[in-house]
């Protein structure tokens, strides 16, 4: 019943005009809350993070704690030789990645800007949660964005219950184009329960996300219309480069940005060299319409929707390319919004391998090699070593110190040692590679690349207490901090 209904209500919205789709939000705003929150999960249930983690999953993860905690108490030196393994796999699988990315990423062949007349109609929806502080400067932003007005809508996503940021949208003087939208109130109240909505309301074959601090290249929408106009069908998505305007603002944005230009400047354009599938970033991601509804949109109930929807895309058979066009956004320069952003990535992280492998043969056939790399290797990978290196440094301490308190495997302590004294300078390397690349300045303070990374444990342990005890819980994070 509630499927039907869900349909009747997502047909309605389609069909109708501007005015009309507000008073259907009104009237109906139940149904459509529904959609937009469950809709997903009942015409793709086999991808809903909603539906948790199958009984093998929970089985494979008691089996595992039983023997870490087995092999902790018979042979620490071998569980630290095993865990440094693991996190130097982690690090070689990103040199192979960072190396393919190192390519120049130019004007790729055919691309022709279309004719003015054959600009595909566009969507770009704006997703704003208590953004008061950003939004008026994204919508004088995108008000001069370098696109035909008529062919351009602009879908501000605001929360009924957040005046404050609808405020600021209309004393910014939007344009025409730019309409501001309140959302149905329902749960969860997170990004792609959002935009959920925007895509029912959208009427672009293009559509693109931006969050309420980005600043877009002006000419981002056309060279992304040039790059599908030359690519076929199968093209679900292109991912927009990522940057901070704020990188030299303290040592925190500084590591945030140069991690930035490391995964948006190096990884992701390595992983589509080597025909894998990409995760995909909060923002600047831009998708065919008609594509991006028949994977389900998003899943409200998945806390990072950009990597799990990057991943169904390449599940489903679709490919996704980046560009070069850069995205300035915000980073983050204190410590507990820091914590708690990285907490709801790597939350989501997890989240996504255990939807994407309940049916391991199923996995196995969608991904192949180069899937399973990428949301094993890089995705769950990015919070299991992180949830790891904690003990990692507490094994390899009392080894060094001779505290162990079993003989096996005494002999692997210098070689674990080795091995994360390695992957150690891979990182860095890597690092202090994708600043330099990325133009960005004192690229020497990848040398701190080690000592941020001691948040990303408090991260990862936060994650999977959350993973457990708060599934869906979604840690906003603030804008407009005024770090630059």
Partial sequence: MAETVGMDVAGELARAGA????RILEER???????????FGRTHPEFAAKSGFARWQLAALAVVATAALAGLAAAPMAVLALLSAVVTAYSLLHVVVTLAGLADEGPRAGEVPPAEAELPFYTVLVPAYREAGVIGGLVRHLAALDYPPDRLEVLVLVERHDPGTAREVLA??????????????????????????????ARGELLVVFDAEDRPDPGQLRRVAARFAARGADLACVQARL?????????????????????FT???PGLVRLGMPVPLGG?????????????GGWDAWNVTEDADLGMRCAAMGHRTETIGSVTWEEALGAVRPYVRQRTRWFKGFLLTAVVHTRRPRRTVRRFGVP??????GIVAGAAVTSFVQPLLAALTLIGLCGLSWSPVGAGLLLPSVAAQAVAAL????????????AGLGAPWHALLTPLVSVLWWFAAWRAVHQLVFSRFSWEKTPHGTGVS
């Fill in 172 to 201: 910014a003087d939007p344009p025409p184009f730019v309409r501001l939208v309140r959302l149905p109130p329902g749960l969860p109240q997170t990004k792609p329960r959002s935009v959920n909505l925007g895509l029912l309301l």
């Fill in 266 to 268: 190096l990884a992701l």
């Fill in 283 to 295: 923002t600047s991601n831009h998708f065919r319409t008609a594509t991006l509804r028949a994977v």
């Fill in 29 to 39: 705003a139940a149904a459509v809350a529904d959609v937009m929150a469950d809709g």
């Fill in 426 to 437: 891979v990182w860095t390397a890597l690092t202090f590679t994708a600043a330099r690349r």
């Fill in 19 to 22: 005015e009309e789709q507000d």
């Fill in 371 to 376: 899937g399973l790399l990428t949301l094993l």
């Fill in 243 to 263: 940057l901070f305007h704020n990188a030299a603002g303290n040592w925190l944005t500084r590591q945030f940005a140069m991690e930035y230009a490391l995964r």
